[in-house]
């Protein structure tokens, strides 16, 4: 669902994908390769958000922020799952994790992973490479080289997602019963703590 407001209409690179049961609206600029989930909404209508190549803002997330504001989510930043950036800036392949919460004019640096039901404070300031969580949110560490790979790993994931919904999502009619043969399902990524074990 893509919605002109007043003079704004959004602007999505042919590559990139937008769930039908999302919600873009207004001065938003996406890029290459993003991808954005179902329940997800993109509120350009108070300022401009851009989303740069390879993004991607998962299932009922909300990207907004207060009147006359521009933020920008960088190159490979993943937004997970039920998460709420309001005014903020996100840095080039960062992690914001499930269900947390990044308020206005914060900035989190290039690299950085924020833990799952964080919250980060209006005009925090994380480093890069921050490993960060907690209500409030506080650095805890510097993420590592295995844990930057394991989050690109994942990322790359999601920027190949657009493709395979261009190619392969329909809306379909039900089963109502197993049929035979069923389809297995390839396991292509591993857990940081596989790969730790591999290495």
């Not at 996406?30 to 401009?48: F, L, M, Q, T, V």
């Not at 190159?75 to 903020?88: D, E, L, M, N, W």
Request: proline share 4%; with cysteine.
């Amino acid at each position: 669902m893509i919605y002109k407001f007043k003079n704004h209409i959004p602007v999505i690179h042919e590559s990139s994908f937008v769930h039908p049961l999302a919600a873009v609206t207004g001065n938003v600029i996406i890029g290459k390769d993003c991808y954005i989930g179902p329940g997800a909404a993109i509120r350009g209508d108070w300022g401009e958000i851009i989303l740069e190549d390879g993004v991607n803002v998962q299932e009922n997330c909300t990207v907004h922020m207060f009147p006359g504001k521009s933020i920008t989510l960088k190159k490979g930043a993943h937004v997970g799952h039920g998460a709420v950036i309001h005014g903020a800036n996100l840095g080039r392949n960062c992690l914001i994790g499930m269900n947390s919460v990044i308020m206005d004019d914060a900035e989190i640096g290039n690299e950085s992973i924020i833990g799952a039901m964080a919250f980060v404070k209006a005009e925090t300031k994380i480093s890069k490479r921050s490993l960060v969580v907690g209500n409030p949110a506080k650095i805890i560490k510097e993420v590592s080289d295995d844990m930057i790979a394991w989050k690109t790993a994942g990322t790359k994931l999601y920027q190949r997602l657009p493709s395979d919904c261009h190619e392969g999502l329909e809306e379909v009619e039900p089963l109502r019963e197993i049929e035979e043969n069923r389809p297995q399902q390839e396991n292509f990524y591993q857990t940081l703590q596989e790969m730790k074990k591999q290495n």
